[in-house]
Each structure stands twice: as structure tokens, then as C-alpha cells.
């Protein structure tokens, strides 16, 4: 699977997917590849539920595939990846207090009904991934800023969290979400000045990148 910024929405993607100028390349030989085949899929938001289509492409040196997915679907549920993304982060979210599945179903999908098995699997799906994921991502952060002791430089942030705060789980997630936010500044920051990659227009690039890693065929 590789994703591709086609365009904003799924009515826009519907109208250019046969017209638009593909160019991409094999991840392994760095060969142009082609147009191989093509297949449909329900795409389901709240908004709207409609069949689109997915184009594959092929390498003719390494016969590899790749399905060309919209950032809107990036997976193989059928679900649209953002509001499905904002699903699972207030699901998550503990500070607001723990809310049930369904409740919050109604509340982020009011024209959309999901089955509970649907939606208990994308939590489930998550918390699998980010173990695997997560450090994998570390990783590569590290690597392009080896001179970074990330955890000392964190750990006054880490203190900071204020002392009335006496639930551990949430003191927990409130540093990882501090760590989170600073590697990822501290990584774009570094793009940016080196303007070695236009990660933060175009960040599917890096998500490909660690799709290719995982060599993995879902994403969220
Ligand atoms: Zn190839």
C-alpha cells in the first residue's frame, strides 16, 4: 500500500482518480512503476457512503504491487481514516472520563451507524499497532538527531506535570504526549531548516516510510 495526497475530499478524489498524472516509484529498485489494475471499495463517513476506486500500480523489475490509497482511506477498513482517527482518540482520551463505545458512536457518527465489533476492533487494532509502531518511530527520530539525549531533555517537562495531578495513568499519558509533541516539533524543526524533505506538507512520505519498515498493509 502506498499513500498518495490526491486531493481533499472523496467527491474530489472520484472526479480526477482516471484523469490525474501519476508518477510514483518502486520503494525497492527505484523504477517508475505502472498501471497494473484497478478495484472498488465502499468509502463510509458520516457524511457520505459511496463505492470509489483504487488504482494498483506495479513494479515490472521486482513485480511488486502497491494499492494507491487516498489519505482519507488510508487502510483497508472502509471507514474514512480521520474521523475514525478522532473516534479513537476520544475514545482514548482518559482525561474526559471514560465514555462507552456506543455513546460515543452517537455522538461522532449520528448518520452513520458501526457495529460494535467494528468499533471495539479499531481500538483493539490501535493499541496492537502503537505497541509495534511506536518504537520503531523512536528509532528513526534518533537516528536523525543522534546527538539528542531526548529523555534528560524531557524530564524536567516530565516533572512539571503539576503535583495535584494524582492519577497516575494520566500523569503517564501527559508525558508521553509531551514527549510526543517534542520529538515531533524537534524533527520538523529539522527538516525545515535543512530542507531536506517536505515532511510537513506532505507527510504520508513519512508514513509510507514507516509503512515500508513495518512492510505492513494497514495503517491505524
Ligand atoms: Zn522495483
Not at 457495529?115 to 534518533?142: C, D, F, G, N
Not at 497516575?168 to 524533527?187: L, P
Request: aromatic fraction near 12%.
Amino acid at each position: 500500500m502506498r499513500l498518495l495526497d490526491f486531493c481533499g475530499d472523496v467527491n474530489a478524489y472520484k472526479r480526477i482518480i482516471f484523469t490525474i498524472n501519476i508518477e510514483i516509484h518502486c520503494s525497492t529498485c527505484g523504477a517508475l512503476m505502472v498501471y497494473h489494475a484497478c478495484y472498488e471499495v465502499t468509502y463510509k463517513s458520516n457524511e457520505i457512503i459511496t463505492k470509489i476506486i483504487i488504482l494498483r500500480y506495479k513494479c515490472k523489475k521486482c513485480n511488486v504491487t502497491h494499492a494507491l490509497k487516498p489519505e482519507f482511506l488510508a487502510s483497508r477498513h472502509q471507514y474514512d481514516t480521520f474521523q475514525r482517527q478522532k473516534y479513537i482518540l476520544q475514545y482514548n482520551d482518559i482525561s474526559k472520563g471514560p465514555i462507552s463505545l456506543r455513546r460515543l458512536c452517537c455522538k461522532l457518527f449520528p448518520s452513520l451507524p458501526v457495529s460494535h465489533t467494528v468499533m471495539y476492533y479499531w481500538v483493539r487494532v490501535v493499541t496492537t499497532k502503537k505497541a509495534v509502531i511506536e518504537p520503531l518511530i523512536t528509532k528513526e527520530i534518533q537516528e536523525y538527531s543522534p546527538s539528542c539525549d531526548i529523555s534528560s531533555e524531557l524530564l524536567p517537562e516530565a516533572e512539571a506535570i503539576p503535583s495535584w495531578i494524582r492519577n497516575k495513568e494520566y500523569s503517564k499519558d501527559v508525558t508521553k504526549i509531551i514527549n510526543w509533541s517534542r520529538i515531533y516539533i524537534r524533527t520538523t524543526a529539522a527538516f525545515r531548516d535543512n530542507k531536506i524533505s517536505d515532511l510537513n506538507i506532505r507527510p504520508f512520505i513519512y508514513i509510507n516510510r514507516i509503512l515500508d519498515i513495518l512492510t505492513a498493509h494497514v495503517f491505524l
